[in-house]
DNA sequence: GCGGCAAAGATAAACGTTTTACTTAAGGGT
DNA sequence: ACCCTTAAGTAAAACGTTTATCTTTGCCGC
């Protein structure tokens, strides 16, 4: 049960090994006849093409790379949903590697995927910094970084989301709505992405004259939502509540249920990312909406037009993540109690 | 910028490629110190192995494959990421291929990775019948089947929940709070799994003289949502409502919010599958919980052994799915009434 | 002092494909 | 009748590893 080559099925349909590889790629024309022969000749024997020895020839190969911090996040998996399907439609495999936000990790995966050669890399660094590996490898690999970029001006493109607009956006429908006592439940402040969400919500909120607080969940939900009953327990209940991302709005949303929270009659909130279930409820979220389809399509044709030989200055693309009102975010107490 | 080869490592040390080789995999005795200037070579030049040569010559590597019908479904994605934790602590790579529910594309994904030649294969099919280019593969290949299996008998490992005890489960629970008009909020009846779950909730139900209804809502949400609320429009709302899927849960959530049905007043619902965000609300869902890491640790182990060499006969492992009691599932009005 | 042996490396072949350069045969213009 | 071109296919080299086989060197016993 050896593998069939190109040469058993050169054999069989009688000719070279070379019009076989033309017959298939058809980079050199050959007769219909031999091609009708040849192909004839891989069905019956069940040939498949060893893309390893394709690849060793060639140097390149239709894959690409994709680095993400976690799939059991659902931003992330519906990220990588997207771009599998976008690879597949070009004719593309992705090889997926998952750093667990820890930078060992994402180095040693970093690595693994290079040694495949893929034709490009699509990666969402888990820290601020970019690691080593990859800043060696983005002079000479087509390289996409998404939504973690800690510093501006990098020499590859970007597609990030407009952090500081969505949190401004957030912080002004709560402001609208009257309330001034605001926590920020972010999941780690130190990420920039987060950082700026922060700073979008602090900005809107000074504007106003308020002071956010500002309280660190974690990037897991079981434990997001005990640190965010202590805080409550500890600090004293705030009329709003702002969470950062997918994973924070579930921990609050938790600590919530388990403190017998009502929202939004006692407590308003609005979430980060914007999914099935969060509209599947009596009182639907409120929630800026990452549009991660959008993320992926800009991503792929970014990494598709380096991948064509493109040269050009690198882009950085800036999308909008809107806000979607919804039933989240009463009207304050304090604006219904003087009015 | 040519890719730096064993070639070049072998020239900056010194020493011929096969010694570079021999102190990388230690096959073979290298002095310590030449190890020393080799290990320093590779590191000054960058040198990545190339993965495609390394495959190409020993005709093995360590890559799997892995195959679900699709990563926006929370099921398959959270399967995939154990997966890939797994094995990455074996050392080897995932290959990710979804197949989106259409048995063309499955085949044709298939293809895509058989060529790479994995050591193993992990697939959850689309349907019940096993692809052609699969089973031809399976005498060959080390494959491991999940979730959806149509058929007993398989040449092949198998991993499975115990669909008919979870939808049994599912059922008496609902039965004991008095529920006595159910509907089984199904996504595709066709499906395997889903059949099985359905024939585990009818059992109980006519055990108990009571024959529930079938709604099929299909594999998305939105559209689940409004064929439901036609449904509950169309032929009235039952008592309780047991989901197979957490499509169908989440879609029968959607509807129930849109219809301003009231968990558990109006209407009890069992889910399936167990999610964070089906407890981080006011009332927790009582679900039935696929034991994804459990299902993802047995295929796992289950491939490890074939791909060791293991030739025992084809082992099918079936595990509990239990149902978690929480809020969603009230005391029927009839037997409140009656009391 | 010499055969023999072990230790540490080197040489070269092989993996399956792609691709360049070559062969062969047939046709075409003058 | 001759040369030139074109068409269709073949032979062979190359890609970067791994590994079986060969070489060199030093060392041992006698």
Redesign the interface.
């Known amino acids: 049960?050896a593998?069939v080559t190109i040469k058993d099925v050169a054999a069989e349909a009688g000719v070279s090994i070379a019009t076989v590889s033309n017959a298939f790629s058809g980079r050199k024309f050959v007769s219909p006849e031999v091609v009708r022969r040849v192909e004839e000749a891989a069905r019956t024997l069940?040939y498949?093409?060893?893309?390893?020895?394709s690849?060793?020839r060639t140097?390149r190969?239709k894959v690409v790379g994709v680095l993400v911090p976690?799939?059991?996040d659902?931003f992330f998996?519906?990220l990588?949903?997207d771009l599998?399907?976008l690879a597949?439609a070009d004719g593309y495999?992705?090889?997926?590697?998952?750093s667990?936000d820890d930078a060992a990790?994402e180095a040693a995966?970093l690595?693994?995927?290079?040694?495949?050669?893929p034709s490009g890399l699509i990666a969402v660094p888990c820290t601020n910094a970019i690691p080593d590996t990859l800043r060696?490898e983005m002079?000479?690999l087509p390289v996409v970084l998404v939504d973690r970029i800690g510093e501006e001006d990098l020499p590859v493109d970007t597609v990030v989301v407009d952090n500081h607009a969505a949190g401004r956006e957030a912080a002004q429908h709560v402001l609208e709505k009257g309330h001034r006592e605001i926590l920020i439940a972010a999941s780690v402040a130190g990420l920039r992405p987060i950082a700026e969400r922060i700073r979008g919500i602090t900005d809107a909120c000074l504007a106003a004259g308020v002071a956010p607080r500002i309280v660190e969940l974690g990037t897991d939900?079981?434990e997001g939502?005990a640190r965010l009953g202590a805080f409550l327990a500890r600090e004293g209940h705030p009329t709003a509540v702002i969470a950062t991302t997918n994973v924070t709005t579930?921990?609050t949303?938790?600590a919530?249920?388990q403190a017998g929270i009502?929202m939004p009659a006692d407590v308003s909130l609005v979430g980060f990312d914007d999914?099935?279930?969060m509209?599947?409820?009596?009182v639907?979220l409120s929630a800026v909406r990452q549009p991660i389809s959008d993320i992926a399509q800009s991503a792929w044709s970014c990494l598709m037009t380096r991948i064509g030989g493109s040269a050009d200055a690198a882009v950085r693309i800036v999308l909008d993540a809107p806000l979607q009102r919804r039933n989240s975010v009463g009207v304050s107490r304090r604006v219904l109690d003087t009015a």
Chains 1, 2 share one sequence.
């Not at 498949?48 to 020895?53: G, T």
């Open positions: 049960m593998a069940g498949q093409k060893n893309i390893a020895a690849q060793l140097g190969v976690s799939l059991a659902t998996a519906a990588v949903s599998e399907k597949e495999q992705v090889l997926v590697a998952t667990g990790r995966q690595g693994a995927l290079l040694g495949w050669k060696r002079v000479a939900v079981e939502a579930l921990a949303l938790t919530f249920a009502d999914y099935a279930w509209t599947a409820r009596r639907p």
